[in-house]
């Protein structure tokens, strides 16, 4: 397995992608709206297949790189979104809420994505996800491959960590989504898992009700509760609640990440993130 991102530089290598692969992507796409996505019958055919099953959506761009910096272990946000000044201002709350207001701080959000993939008998997996996520402005890219990559998972246990951005809510000709990871997981003798991984501020389902692909295809089961770290003045991403010393293995996690960005000039350190147990059904 090639190793591509470099953690001493906090890099994930950004490369362009040919028009022919954007060509065939779209092309794939649209073929699968309106068949395997068809939202009139997907609820009924692979919607009904997993509890964690979503759409793929429009983005999904085949080709994306490996970005695994060691086994189970990857930087899927590219360097560019990482140290974005347009990273630096977020909003503490939703931003439908009137008593939104942005909070400056010194350093970018850092997510810290980690799970498992695990078989139905609790067996590790040996998986790939393949992610892909819009950027704190809601941004996708669709010329290079950016916050798109190949994870591996850890063989041996079939755990990740994976470093990014929190993907931020966005709006489309007014229809807002809920800020999700798209997915595709894949191991040899398991069947595919196409999903979306929903995060909500506060932790608060409530953006699903005006999510326009939830009034598509209906609720699904796949919010995953974040967690963050207080700043100096006590601010905490999106309002999540703190990481407690008692979640020891995730602490240990945040430990060990923050002493690889050590290195960094800014002093980056991980300020939130969440975890999934995600279990594959036997092919």
């Known amino acids: 397995m090639a190793l591509q991102s470099d953690i001493s530089t906090l890099s994930t290598p950004v490369s362009s992608i040919p028009?022919?692969?954007?060509?065939?992507?779209?092309?794939?796409?649209a073929g699968a709206m309106l068949t395997t996505e068809n939202p009139l019958i997907w609820s009924y055919t692979r919607g009904a297949a997993h509890p964690l099953a979503d759409m793929s959506g429009p983005y999904y761009i085949y080709g994306a790189p490996n970005v695994?910096?060691?086994?189970?272990?990857?930087?899927?946000?590219?360097?560019e979104d990482l140290k974005s000044e347009y990273n630096i201002m977020w909003l503490r709350r939703s931003p439908h809420q009137t008593d939104s207001a942005p909070i400056i701080y010194t350093a970018s959000p850092l997510f810290l994505f980690s799970g498992k993939v695990l078989g139905p008998n609790g067996e590790p997996v040996e998986a790939t996800l393949d992610l892909w996520q819009a950027n704190t402005r809601g941004e996708y890219w669709l010329s290079e491959y950016r916050n798109r990559g190949k994870i591996t998972v850890d063989p041996s246990t079939g755990s990740f960590e994976i470093l990014t951005i929190p993907p931020a809510i966005y709006a489309i000709l007014g229809a807002q989504r809920v800020a999700h990871i798209h997915g595709i997981i894949t191991a040899p003798g398991y069947q595919s898992l196409i999903t979306q991984i929903y995060l909500c501020p506060k932790n608060e389902p409530t953006g699903f009700q005006v999510d326009f692909l939830t009034m598509m295809r209906g609720n699904r089961e796949n919010m995953i509760k974040g967690w963050s770290i207080p700043t100096e003045k006590g601010d905490r991403y999106w309002d999540w609640p703190q990481l407690e010393p008692s979640e020891t293995e995730t602490v240990k996690l945040v430990e060990e990440w923050n002493s690889r960005l050590a290195s960094q000039?800014?002093?980056?350190?991980?300020?939130?993130?969440?975890?999934q147990v995600i279990t594959l059904n036997k092919a």
């Open 68 to 79: 695994n910096f060691a086994p189970g272990k990857a930087v899927l946000g590219a360097t």
């Open 19 to 29: 028009l022919s692969t954007r060509m065939v992507s779209f092309l794939a796409t």
């Open 265 to 275: 000039p800014d002093g980056w350190k991980i300020t939130c993130g969440a975890s």
